[in-house]
């Protein structure tokens, strides 16, 4: 899992495309890249900026494609390589696990991590007047990339480095990193001392060094099929069409998760529109040593400084709202919302469809009693503030549900391959066809 290079070891398989997927992945994109982003991929993949030197931002974002069960067009299930990345903690994906084992072991925070994928276009933390928009984490605390790249490597439960200067002291171990911070951002790295003001400066670098990195088209390759479905260049099939429609009507999925182009014109769609929202998420009780729910946007130290009127706020307006995150690759990145507490699409659809209609769950009443999801549901963790308007009882038939699941199959990247491999094949996106918005821009957000 933490090993980048696997891929070199793995056995050929039937897949062939599972190969060329990733020659694709590491040569194109790394010849485009600027000397900062070269420097952002070998901090977040260094293994050495962690306490034990064992977890880098890759271990739980990892950049690598793994097995996972993939339906095929017989409807059974075969462990297939992935077609991209999900930018998530493989161990999660493969074992329906929530949370991620940190630096020192056993030592897990209490959220799923959710994708570095598209991360870039969230815009800065702010109160649009009616919502909090923006911002990064589940409760949007680090208001963009820069802010949130400074938080994993002192995270206790995460990288758990000591402080600023004992990540700065493990820098100064590497010649290359020596070289290319006094190249890029004229830090002379050897000499800062402890206390140092430029110690600051050095730390804040790493972080835009990281965001430079997160920025570029490998985290950003608008070439899933909706894309070029989007770009009128190809044609969903009857199920995927179906579900498209439902999705952006009675389902009322694009309410949140937003299929208009995000600059109202010919651009990509993002799949969110940033907000935040208490959907009714049941507690996951197999997070270890089962941590209090968290509270969403309650817990934003934020929220008082950009909202400026904060007394006026009502509870509902925060308590158990988290991130409406972009379902981008969302077939991906199992399992689902901040406590991971879904295992699959259809988990998550049949949850939006009936969880005001099957009776509460009881004795055990969590995802552990055996009714979950088929004959109860478990209440949320924050009941009485949950959106009881967009969702709970949309009345949407098993097959509804079922295109809903094909449709969001449909956000996955690098369509050009999945879509002529494994028995399918579009003529109208032959293998290699570039993203249809390639050159659309990628946010900063950090200044
Ligand atoms: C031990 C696992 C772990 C490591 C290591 C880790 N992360 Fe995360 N990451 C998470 C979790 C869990 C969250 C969600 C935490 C929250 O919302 O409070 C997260 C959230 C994020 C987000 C926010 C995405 C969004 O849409 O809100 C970004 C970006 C991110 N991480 C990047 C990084 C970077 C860069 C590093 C390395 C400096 C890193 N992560 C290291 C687990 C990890
Ligand atoms: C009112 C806004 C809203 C609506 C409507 C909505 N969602 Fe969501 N969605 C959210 C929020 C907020 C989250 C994160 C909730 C959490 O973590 O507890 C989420 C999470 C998800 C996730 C998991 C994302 C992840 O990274 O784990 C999926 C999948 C999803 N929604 C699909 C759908 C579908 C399909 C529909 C329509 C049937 C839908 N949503 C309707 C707000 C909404």
């Given at each position: 899992?933490?090993?980048?290079?696997k891929?070199?070891?793995?056995?050929?398989?039937?897949?062939?495309?599972?190969?060329?997927?990733?020659?694709?992945?590491?040569?194109?994109?790394?010849?485009?890249?600027?000397?900062?982003?070269?420097?952002?991929?070998?901090?977040?993949?260094?293994?050495?900026?962690?306490?034990?030197?064992?977890?880098?931002?890759?271990?739980?974002?990892?950049?690598?494609?793994?097995?996972?069960?993939?339906?095929?067009?017989?409807?059974?299930?075969?462990?297939?390589?992935?077609?991209?990345?999900?930018?998530?903690?493989?161990?999660?994906?493969?074992?329906?696990?929530?949370?991620?084992?940190?630096?020192?072991?056993?030592?897990?925070?209490?959220?799923?991590a959710?994708?570095?994928?598209?991360?870039?276009?969230?815009?800065?933390?702010h109160?649009d007047?009616?919502?909090?928009?923006?911002?990064?984490?589940w409760?949007?605390?680090?208001?963009?990339l820069?802010?949130?790249?400074?938080?994993?490597?002192?995270?206790?439960?995460?990288?758990?480095?000591?402080?600023?200067?004992?990540?700065?002291?493990?820098?100064?171990?590497?010649?290359?990193?020596?070289?290319s911070?006094?190249?890029?951002?004229?830090?002379?790295?050897?000499?800062?001392?402890?206390?140092?003001?430029?110690?600051?400066?050095?730390?804040?670098?790493?972080?835009?060094?990281?965001?430079?990195?997160?920025?570029?088209?490998?985290?950003?390759?608008?070439?899933?099929?909706?894309?070029?479905?989007?770009?009128g260049?190809?044609?969903?099939?009857?199920?995927?069409?179906?579900?498209?429609?439902?999705?952006?009507?009675?389902?009322?999925c694009?309410?949140?998760?937003?299929?208009?182009?995000?600059?109202?014109?010919?651009?990509?769609?993002?799949?969110?529109?940033?907000?935040?929202?208490?959907?009714?998420?049941?507690?996951?009780?197999?997070?270890?040593?089962?941590?209090?729910?968290?509270?969403?946007?309650?817990?934003?130290?934020?929220?008082?400084?950009?909202?400026?009127?904060a007394s006026?706020?009502?509870?509902?307006?925060v308590?158990?709202?988290?991130?409406?995150?972009?379902?981008?690759n969302?077939?991906?990145?199992?399992?689902?919302?901040?406590?991971?507490?879904?295992?699959?699409?259809?988990?998550?659809?049949?949850?939006?469809?009936?969880?005001?209609?099957?009776p509460?769950?009881?004795?055990?009443?969590?995802?552990?009693?055996?009714?979950?999801?088929?004959t109860c549901?478990?209440?949320?963790?924050?009941?009485?503030?949950?959106?009881?308007?967009?969702?709970?009882?949309?009345?949407?038939?098993?097959?509804?549900?079922?295109?809903?699941?094909?449709?969001m199959?449909?956000?996955?990247?690098?369509?050009?391959?999945?879509?002529?491999?494994?028995?399918?094949?579009?003529?109208?996106?032959?293998?290699?066809?570039?993203s249809?918005?390639?050159?659309?821009?990628?946010?900063?957000?950090?200044?």
């Open positions: 899992m933490k090993n980048t290079n891929h070199l070891i793995m056995p050929i398989k039937p897949l062939v495309f599972a190969l060329g997927v990733l020659a694709f992945t590491n040569t194109a994109f790394a010849a485009e890249q600027t000397l900062e982003q070269q420097l952002g991929q070998l901090l977040y993949e260094d293994i050495n900026l962690s306490l034990h030197r064992n977890q880098s931002c890759e271990s739980c974002h990892s950049l690598s494609t793994i097995e996972i069960p993939i339906e095929g067009v017989d409807g059974n299930f075969q462990m297939a390589e992935q077609p991209t990345l999900g930018f998530v903690d493989p161990s999660n994906v493969l074992n329906g696990t929530a949370v991620s084992d940190g630096s020192r072991r056993r030592a897990f925070g209490g959220l799923n959710p994708s570095v994928g598209y991360a870039a276009f969230s815009p800065d933390f109160w007047g009616e919502l909090f928009i923006g911002g990064q984490f409760n949007g605390r680090a208001s963009n820069v802010e949130q790249a400074k938080g994993p490597f002192v995270n206790p439960l995460e990288m758990a480095m000591p402080s600023e200067w004992a990540v700065i002291e493990r820098l100064k171990q590497n010649r290359s990193y020596l070289r911070f006094k190249r890029i951002y004229n830090i002379d790295l050897r000499r800062l001392r402890e206390g140092n003001p430029k110690v600051g400066e050095a730390y804040e670098a790493v972080a835009t060094a990281i965001s430079a990195f997160e920025r570029t088209s490998r985290f950003n390759r608008f070439d899933s099929k909706f894309d070029f479905e989007a770009a260049i190809t044609q969903y099939n009857a199920s995927e069409q179906r579900g498209a429609d439902l999705f952006d009507d009675i389902a009322q694009g309410d949140c998760h937003s299929t208009d182009e995000i600059d109202g014109e010919s651009g990509p769609a993002l799949l969110t529109d940033f907000s935040y929202d208490n959907i009714g998420s049941p507690a996951n009780p197999q997070i270890p040593r089962r941590p209090q729910a968290d509270p969403g946007l309650q817990g934003n130290p934020n929220i008082a400084a950009v909202h400026g009127n006026e706020l009502e509870l509902d307006e308590q158990g709202r988290h991130k409406v995150m972009s379902l981008r969302i077939a991906m990145t199992a399992p689902y919302m901040h406590n991971g507490v879904f295992k699959s699409l259809r988990e998550v659809v049949h949850f939006y469809n009936t969880r005001d209609v099957l509460a769950c009881t004795a055990p009443a969590d995802a552990t009693n055996p009714g979950f999801a088929v549901w478990p209440q949320g963790e924050f009941h009485s503030t949950r959106n009881t308007k967009k969702m709970g009882n949309l009345g949407l038939t098993p097959q509804d549900e079922a295109d809903i699941v094909e449709y199959k449909t956000f996955t990247d690098n369509y050009p391959e999945w879509g002529n491999s494994n028995g399918l094949s579009d003529p109208n996106v032959p293998t290699g066809t570039p249809p918005f390639a050159n659309y821009p990628i946010p900063d957000h950090s200044n």
